[in-house]
């Protein structure tokens, strides 16, 4: 049940957006209503909605949504890895992530601590170990991410692997959330935000590693296509958590028709067990 701030917060959240939401539209993937773009410009703009930003109404149907239970299935994955006790060690700069937006927290045992963080936070610690256990990240100077919500993924990962250039690639609006969100960090200076509406070649580089938590797999397919060709076919390699939502409801590549473009590049693909399963049908295709 909310509590009265949260009450208070959500009014004055709505009467904020109230002029803004009206002229909303969407289109481009399955998570995009229109609603969700707006709400990230307004709350990189003002100041009060981007205190909370993590708990609104309108961004939790797309991120910062899982439950106690969903960060639980996440930890014990990473309490499976036989570096678990690294990532108790680095817990305390892992929960940073969490003093910006207000996320909502819950109370987990990590090594033996009592250690208030973020459903969301576990889950982006799991996939940086996942990482490191694919690759070797000393190796990775280079990232592109597609998909970047507020770029907490990124700056997971810098915390522990610092990059020479990590593309952000988005929305124009998510971006300018993620750009007030990374701002608030030191270590997240190899930034560069990408608008995905306007990508062109020269705006990514080769790079090391691309990578994409659903988002890539939930366009509709001429953005996929284009977003192949911009960035997925410039990386040595790739880790791409897969489901089917635009496969089912937009035409989106499926996992077959997906794999094979990147063997006709030579890529040596690999498809995983998606762990924990959050959806049916869903896998993580690596190269």
Known sequence: ????????????????????????????????????????????QNGFMFNH??????????????????GQQYLDELKKKSGFDKISERISEYVKNDTVGSPRKYVYNIGGREVSISPTTLRYIKVLYDLKELFDMDSIKSVAEIGVGYGGQFRIISADHPMNAYYLIDLPEPLMLAKRYTGKFAGTEAARFVDGTTIKDSDVDSCDLVMSNYAYSELVRVIQDSYFKKVIKKARHGYLTWNLESERKMDGYTVKEFTEKLEALGREVKILEEHPLTAEGNCLIVW
């Open 1 to 44: 049940m909310a509590t009265f701030y949260e009450r208070v917060q959500k009014k004055l959240d709505n009467k904020i957006l109230a002029k803004h939401i009206g002229n909303s539209s969407g289109g481009s993937s399955v998570s995009d209503d229109g609603k969700y773009p707006i709400f990230c410009k307004v709350a990189s």
């Open 53 to 70: 930003f993590r708990r609104n109404e309108i961004y939790n149907l797309i991120l910062d949504h899982l439950s106690f239970e969903q």
